[in-house]
């Protein structure tokens, strides 16, 4: 399948690769991959089977062990980096032209979006001056020199979902490479090309075959990548339920893991916030990638003095989303993702309807759609936060207003959840929203937006995950610690 004109998107969409070079797959099965506006297949990639995993898990893993990669300076790997990153710059048309199809984001914001996902390789190729990859220290208990050393986890196995895959393969693959590590990269079968177009860029960049190996697999053979020893570590973005197992998995044989997932994050909208504002914020916000966004505020809390006032803002917003192709430029609003993900969204409405929340606005598919994996955006009012559509994670365009008593109680509805991923407080009074923001079990807590910072760190509270990606924290997470204590400085001794 070709994309702008006759250029093909991808150079080798009927290999995996591996061992620095596109590989015929073991398998002979194919995913296709589906226009999530027009239902129609327009590309395919291999469904790697476990041959072509352990395959790449060989690479990886002979590279790491007997290759240079591991024992280079930072600033050598850096230099691949930057390599990499430009060559991430001429793909970002194809990038974006592809993610929309995939999972139904704007093509506007997608071509936004993914040149600063493409810059954040060159974030880290920064880091690699300032990170302490060595750190004196003072021996507590005998010895005369003592040091920490940050060193390469080993072997990653780096899983992630289809919603942001540009974003996602910058925020695991790059920081891995940085700290010395070698990466088997594993691909949604909705959406695989960003991770294509990662190995065709690395590939022109030069890097050390085996370093990085790509494959495409479900979920069943992707598991070999968790239970496989050679793995040393696994880096995953994806739902609660498949992080538990992995968690569970790696946990059985002590193997290291980050674990992104899921959210059901609350604003907390205070009395002296003007309620066209944040309904404004909010309900633009939520039209991003049609809700398929695992930090999206979608609980909004508010005392009940204000509540119909507030649904009443939300719902005239979501009344005025125009719905339709994502590559029309008049459009505020694509697609779901799949057919799959359009059942699981009109399923919650359902629910939110039969458990008696009160449907506000939208609920459900656009009267004049014919094809496409479309919901209109939904505004549910007098929701109970102890029900389904308050406490699980829908993935899609769906609001829920809760009424509060008072400031006290939306703190304890906010943090009456399994998640803790975002958060965020409106209010004018930057004191007071600092001082809930200290009582919020999130992760990440914003002030009068859905502010979420990777050049700092993201990761959750409970069932929203473990560790942290993005800054020098999400490099932390790809290196070991060792303590290394001397009899007598080594530099002096050689000298």
């Not at 004109?5 to 015929?24: C, F, K, N």
């Not at 984001?105 to 997608?110: D, N, R, S, W």
């Not at 022109?204 to 495409?216: D, E, R």
């Not at 039209?287 to 719902?315: F, K, N, P, Y």
Request: overall charge negative.
């Amino acid at each position: 399948m070709t994309l702008m004109g006759d250029a093909p998107v991808l150079a080798r969409p009927d290999s995996i690769y591996y061992a620095g070079a596109w590989q015929p797959p073991n398998s002979s099965e194919f995913f296709e991959v589906k226009d999530s506006t027009t239902e129609e297949s327009f590309l395919s990639v291999p469904a790697a089977d476990r041959n072509d995993i352990d395959r790449a898990i060989r690479s990886a893993r002979s590279t790491f062990d007997e290759g240079s990669w591991a024992s280079l300076q930072p600033h050598e790997r850096a230099t691949y980096l930057e390599a990499v990153a430009d060559a991430l710059d001429e793909r970002c048309e194809a990038m974006a032209s592809h993610w929309p199809r995939e999972t139904g984001i704007l093509h506007t914001h997608a071509r936004a979006m993914v040149p600063g996902y493409v810059d954040v390789w060159r974030q880290y190729a920064r880091l690699a001056d300032s990170f302490e990859f060595r750190k004196m220290v003072t021996p507590t208990n005998g010895g005369a020199f003592g040091q920490i050393v940050r060193e390469p986890v080993g072997v990653v196995g780096a899983i992630i979902p289809w919603n942001v895959p540009p974003m996602m393969v910058a925020h695991k693959v790059a920081p891995a490479l940085l700290a010395g590590c070698t990466v088997i990269l594993k691909a949604s079968p909705e959406a695989p090309t960003a991770a294509y177009l990662a190995a065709e860029a690395a590939h022109a960049a030069g890097l050390p075959a085996g370093v990085l190996n790509v494959v495409t697999a479900d979920r069943d053979v992707s598991e070999t990548l968790v239970t496989d020893p050679r793995v040393d570590k696994i880096t995953f973005t994806g739902s609660t339920a498949a992080g538990q197992r992995i968690g569970m998995l790696m946990g059985s044989r002590i193997g290291r893991c980050t674990l992104e997932l899921g959210g059901k994050s609350a604003a907390l909208v205070l009395d002296d916030y003007d309620l066209e504002t944040a309904a404004d914020t909010l309900a633009n916000r939520q039209c991003v990638l049609s809700g398929q966004v695992c930090a999206a505020l979608t609980r909004i809390i508010i005392q009940s003095d204000r509540h119909d006032d507030m649904v009443d803002a939300l719902a005239a917003h979501f009344d005025r989303v125009r719905i339709g192709d994502p590559f029309d430029a008049n459009v505020d609003m694509g697609p779901l993702a799949s057919k799959q993900q359009l059942d699981r969204v009109k399923s919650y409405i359902a629910t939110g309807s039969r458990e008696g929340a009160r449907i506000a606005s939208g609920g459900g598919v656009p009267a004049d759609v014919e094809r496409g994996y479309f919901i209109e955006p939904t505004v549910f009012a007098n929701v109970d936060n102890s029900s389904t559509i308050a406490q699980e994670e829908i993935f899609g365009p769906v609001l829920s207003v809760i009424p509060a008593r008072d400031e006290r109680d939306a703190i304890s509805l906010a943090n009456a959840s399994d998640y803790g991923l975002n958060a965020s407080v409106f209010s004018h009074d930057t004191e007071r929203a600092y001082r809930i923001a200290r009582q919020l079990r999130s992760g990440t807590v914003g002030h009068n937006a859905q502010r979420t910072d990777f050049g700092i760190a993201f990761g959750g509270f409970k069932q929203s995950g473990l560790g942290r990606e993005g800054g020098a924290e999400g490099l932390m997470s790809y290196l070991e610690t060792k303590t290394i204590i001397l009899n007598a400085d080594p530099a002096q001794v050689n000298g």
